[in-house]
């Protein structure tokens, strides 16, 4: 059964797969295979799917631009075979720039909007532009080795509808 106690979202989870038949019949299919973009982590299962993962009814296929914030997610899942990340640009695929802020996290490739980040509290703290760089981005739809996808995850700071664009009829 699925045990509330094993993250912070499995009480979402819980409400979302119901009773205990439900994750029976969940764990006897293959595993799920998600998609994370912008994949970096607060640390080991605080995604949003972790309880998929702790019951191993997922597989991850992440893209995580930052490469420390890569190898840092692949050496944090390395025990396990269903958790790989790769450190890439998704988007539209092609050239693009993208935004370096003063925090990891809240780079983009759109500009940091000042006047109304600052409107909100601590947010302008954290997204400070420091600097732009020359980059290209891949589209889920080019890349050939991407299984089916069961679920995506996207975290990109305004740039969604840019991986959305890419991702064709993935």
């Not at 970096?40 to 893209?63: I, N, Q, R, W």
């Not at 991986?163 to 009829?169: N, R």
Request: charged fraction near 20%; aromatic fraction near 10%.
């Amino acid at each position: 059964l699925l045990n509330p106690d094993l993250s912070p979202n499995s009480a979402i989870w819980h409400q979302i797969l119901g009773t205990g038949f439900s994750v029976t019949l969940l764990q006897d299919l293959s595993p799920i295979h998600i998609v994370d973009v912008g994949a970096s982590t607060h640390g080991k299962l605080t995604e949003p799917y972790a309880p998929l993962m702790e019951m191993h009814l997922a597989k991850v296929t992440g893209f995580e631009p930052n490469k420390e914030e890569c190898e840092r997610l692949n050496q944090l899942y390395a025990s396990s075979g269903q958790y790989h990340y790769y450190p890439e640009f998704v988007g539209k695929g092609g050239p693009a720039t993208f935004y370096e802020t003063n925090w990891y996290m809240t780079g983009s490739l759109y500009k940091p909007n000042d006047l109304i980040l600052q409107s909100y509290e601590q947010l302008g703290e954290v997204t400070k532009f420091v600097k732009a760089h020359a980059i290209n981005t891949v589209s889920l739809n080019k890349l050939e080795n991407l299984d089916e996808i069961d679920m995506i995850k996207i975290d990109v700071q305004g740039a969604e509808l840019d991986v959305f664009q890419g991702a064709g009829d993935r």
